[in-house]
């Protein structure tokens, strides 16, 4: 078995592949790193099992969005069902000059959220402790990581979608998923986008992890 990625060799790993990645994220990267699994173990944040895998299955896998679009400075974004902050926290720290709002029922996750995006020093993280229609405002971008189907996500986010366009893409929905995906998205028929994540990243947790777009 292969011995769980040192933070040393995630940081290698950002350096090569995101090489946008300036010294003071690569900082922040590090504090998130020991902050997690701090609270960790006090909180089921991240599955025990799944702590050691930190760098590759939540940080770098997060970081899987910007192989798919740039974010442009003053995006707003909205992470649905963040948990403890991801996607949303490690995108925060790539793009200093994007907005993120995070959402989730669950108030001692978003506690670690929070705690996390302040000790790193994000200001550009703002959460919420509740449903998301209870959410107000718009957003270029809505993001999640495996919280629920297409078909589920859409009716509750759409109205949230601002139609003002000025990314690489039209605003939308963009989740991180894994596994088949063809019943899924089969509604959406040629409106969706799979990018494999096993393009970019050799790790064989991305063997079967995709970004899936949704104009909106």
């Known amino acids: 078995l292969k011995s769980p990625m040192e933070f040393t060799e995630f940081e290698s790993i950002i350096r090569i592949l995101l090489p946008e990645a300036d010294d003071l994220a690569l900082e922040r990267f ?3 790193d020991e902050l997690y699994r701090d609270w960790n173990s006090k909180i089921n944040v991240i599955s025990r099992k799944d702590i050691e895998n930190l760098e590759v299955n939540h940080l770098l896998h997060s970081l899987g969005i910007v192989k798919f679009v740039n974010f442009q400075p003053g995006t707003k974004v909205l992470d649905l069902g963040t948990g403890g902050g991801f996607p949303a926290i490690p995108l925060a720290v790539f793009y200093p000059e994007v907005q993120f709002h995070l959402v989730d ?7 670690v959220a929070q705690d996390v995006a302040e000790k790193a020093g994000l200001t550009n993280v703002t959460i919420q402790h509740g449903d998301v229609k209870e959410v107000k405002g718009k957003f270029d971008f809505v993001v999640s990581r495996a919280v629920m189907d297409l078909a589920d996500i859409v009716p509750l986010v759409r109205r949230l979608i601002s139609s003002d366009n000025f ?3 039209p605003n939308g929905l ?3 998923k894994g596994g088949d995906l063809k019943d899924e998205v089969k509604k959406f028929k040629d409106e969706v986008l799979i990018d494999e994540l096993k393009s ?3 790790e064989p947790f991305f063997d079967t992890k995709k970004v899936v777009y949704l104009p909106l």
Do not use: E, P, T, V
Request: glycine share 6%; aromatic share 10%; proline share 0%.
């Open 174 to 176: 963009i989740c991180l």
């Open 30 to 32: 590090r504090k998130m």
């Open 105 to 111: 029922r669950i108030g001692k996750k978003l506690k």
């Open 200 to 202: 970019y990243f050799k």
């Open 167 to 169: 990314n690489a893409i």
